[in-house]
């Protein structure tokens, strides 16, 4: 799909395939029914506010005799959180079914992973999760300042060669663009089980003013946290002896960096 009107191609592919094997029967049809509800479609013109995307996050009922308060506009209240190429979608669906106050939109080009999620989506019931299908760096750009609490990019392609290295999401510019649209106290994690992209990331993450390393101890980024879930991709990988880290960085406030 080309850019919307307005908006330039996010310079060179960072994602592959775009589809695996064949999809069954009962997953096409569930694309072709729940998909296009869920899709995130970008404006063609100016920011795409994110919490438009959702329904007002719950509120507690006011006393009886309290004054009538107008009702609260779409998304009101809702934290934003964003995933960055969700594979298989399992940590997107267990984030949404424990964190039904948020909404979620994640990011993702292949269309079986796309499926995989929509069939834990109605598994569970969830419905605060809102699905863009194309490359993520246009979604971010679109994007108002400050507008998200979370970002996620768990387990990226790592383009191991040296001639690939240009593709890896995490890189000053998209760190830039991240910077702009989490809030001051938001935060940014990041997971791999590539020695190579594990340094990268680090590296790059530590020389970016506007992120700060959130570990104190080595079982701090060694030691999945609680409330990340294991994957398929990530057992996979331990039982290859690959060893992911588990990054979390904090969006430091403007007033505290040049």
């Known amino acids: 799909m080309a850019a919307p009107a307005g908006r330039q191609p996010a310079p060179g592919k960072l994602h592959g395939r775009r589809q695996g094997r064949p999809l069954r029967d009962g997953l096409r049809g569930l694309i072709e029914r729940r998909l296009p509800a869920l899709e995130v479609r970008l404006p063609e013109r100016g920011r795409l506010n994110p919490a438009s995307l959702f329904p007002a996050a719950p509120v507690a009922a006011a006393p009886v005799e309290a004054a009538p308060v107008e009702a609260p506009s779409a998304g009101a209240g809702r934290p934003?959180?964003?995933?960055?190429?969700?594979?298989?979608?399992?940590h997107l669906a267990w984030q949404a079914i424990r964190h039904p106050e948020a909404g979620l939109i994640g990011c993702e080009v292949f269309v079986n992973g796309i499926a995989t999620l929509l069939r834990a989506l109605e598994e569970s019931g969830a419905g605060n999760v809102r699905i863009f299908r194309e490359d993520a760096r246009l979604l971010v750009e679109a994007l108002p300042d400050a507008c998200l609490d979370r970002v996620f990019l768990l387990f990226p392609?790592?383009?191991?060669?040296?001639?690939?290295?240009?593709?890896?999401?995490?890189a000053p510019a998209t760190l830039d663009a991240l910077a702009r649209v989490l809030r001051p106290g938001?935060?940014?994690?990041?997971?791999?089980?590539?020695?190579?992209?594990q340094a990268w990331a680090l590296a790059h993450l530590l020389r970016h003013p506007a992120f700060d390393w959130t570990a104190r101890r080595a079982d701090?980024?060694?030691?999945?946290?609680?409330?990340w879930p294991a994957t398929r991709y990530e057992a996979k990988a331990l039982d290859s002896g690959r060893k992911p880290v588990y990054l979390a960085f904090r969006r430091v406030p403007d007033s505290e960096y040049p």
């Open 80 to 90: 934003i959180w964003l995933e960055i190429g969700f594979g298989g979608g399992e």
């Open 157 to 170: 392609d790592p383009w191991p060669k040296r001639r690939h290295a240009k593709r890896r999401f995490v």
């Open 186 to 197: 938001g935060e940014l994690r990041v997971a791999s089980d590539d020695p190579t992209y």
């Open 220 to 227: 701090d980024w060694r030691r999945r946290p609680p409330d």
